[in-house]
């Protein structure tokens, strides 16, 4: 599968989560949830990072 798919699979999939915990969650850890995919996991979907050893 192309990154490009591969990355909007995951976008759908972190989007339906979101949507399914926000009426469990209180409103300030779905911002929280909200943020934390939108700036640190949608970003780096798709980008090869080096392996350090």
Same mark, same amino acid.
């Given at each position: 599968?192309?990154?490009?798919?591969?990355?909007?699979?995951?976008?759908? =999939?972190?989007?339906? =989560? *979101?949507?399914?915990?926000?009426?469990?969650? &209180?409103?300030?850890?779905?911002?929280?949830?909200? %943020?934390?995919?939108? %700036?640190?996991? &949608?970003?780096? *979907?798709?980008?090869?990072?080096?392996?350090?050893?």
């Amino acid at each position: 599968m192309e990154k490009t798919k591969d990355k909007e699979k995951y976008e759908y =999939w972190l989007d339906a =989560w *979101l949507h399914a915990k926000r009426l469990g969650v &209180k409103e300030s850890t779905y911002i929280r949830y909200r %943020n934390t995919i939108e %700036n640190h996991i &949608k970003p780096d *979907l798709g980008v090869d990072l080096p392996v350090h050893f």
